[in-house]
């Protein structure tokens, strides 16, 4: 008896291990449902070959009036809108969504995997990497091209060490960036200016500079880029870097 229960242990035990390891689970939480981070071109490859398509601009009104994905509905995270939306959206559908450079869609894909939806794909770096690969947008007001190129290159000779600062309102690393990088300016006045460049503000700007996620700093010498770095980064590496 004890012999058949102990081989009973076993088939079951092994059973389950090939449960777990069965080939084809797409599964990303345990629960059959799908949630991904994909590029630029895979989005756009879904948004062309999946039936009944969910998309989700999740910038602001603005941004979004500025150039969004044909067809995308625009639900701000930022303001709550988009968890208002999440109701009225369809579970069983598949659902992408995208922002400015991925992380509020990240956060948004997120929100909707924990509400239950069974497929959801997030942008790789978002309209900045879409609009870098030149791929179609649609516009429904003014766009906000800011400053030309002329201006920007103008602006980097205006001191011996020009640092530019490309960065969002809504981006956090900017934010918590922000304040490090205007006490660096304050104290090395005398040989370094700060420059912010607002993305949001200056898209075409972004584009000829093939920017296409934030923060992102560049150093410039005497008008020549002498240093960058894409993300967050602290005062003390920075300074170890440039050697400012």
């Keep these: 008896m004890l012999k058949y229960i102990?081989?009973?242990?076993?088939?079951?035990?092994?059973?389950?291990?090939?449960?777990?390891?069965?080939?084809?689970?797409?599964?990303?939480?345990?629960?059959?449902?799908?949630?991904?981070?994909?590029?630029?071109?895979?989005?756009?490859?879904?948004l062309h070959d999946t039936i009944s398509?969910?998309?989700?601009?999740?910038?602001?009104?603005?941004?979004?009036g500025n150039g969004h994905l044909q067809g995308a509905l625009n639900c701000d995270i930022?303001?709550?809108?988009?968890?208002?939306?999440?109701?009225?959206?369809?579970?069983?559908?598949?659902v992408l969504v995208y922002c400015l450079s991925g992380g509020r869609s990240s956060s948004a894909a997120e929100m909707l995997g924990e509400n239950g939806f069974r497929e959801v794909y997030n942008m790789d770096g978002g309209m900045m990497k879409w609009n870098a690969s030149a791929k179609p947008v649609i516009t429904s007001g003014e766009v906000k091209s800011g400053m030309s190129l002329e201006s920007f290159n103008q602006k980097i000779t205006e001191a011996e060490y020009v640092l530019v600062d490309f960065n969002a309102?809504?981006?956090?690393?900017?934010?918590?960036?922000?304040?490090?990088?205007?006490?660096?300016?304050?104290?090395?006045?005398?040989?370094?200016?700060l420059v912010k460049i607002d993305a949001d503000e200056n898209q075409d700007l972004m584009k000829l500079k093939h920017i296409d996620a934030l923060p992102v700093l560049h150093l410039y010498k005497n008008g020549k880029l002498i240093w960058e770095h894409s993300g967050e980064i602290n005062r003390a590496t920075l300074l170890q870097e440039t050697k400012i």
């Design 78 to 94: 930022s303001n709550g809108d988009f968890e208002k939306q999440i109701p009225f959206l369809d579970k069983n559908k598949p």
């Design 53 to 64: 398509i969910q998309l989700v601009d999740v910038r602001t009104a603005s941004e979004y």
């Design 169 to 193: 309102t809504w981006c956090k690393p900017c934010k918590r960036m922000a304040p490090m990088l205007d006490s660096l300016a304050d104290e090395k006045k005398a040989i370094l200016r």
């Design 6 to 46: 102990t081989n009973t242990l076993i088939l079951a035990s092994f059973l389950v291990l090939i449960s777990c390891h069965s080939p084809g689970n797409k599964s990303t939480n345990g629960n059959n449902s799908i949630n991904q981070t994909i590029s630029v071109d895979e989005f756009e490859k879904k």
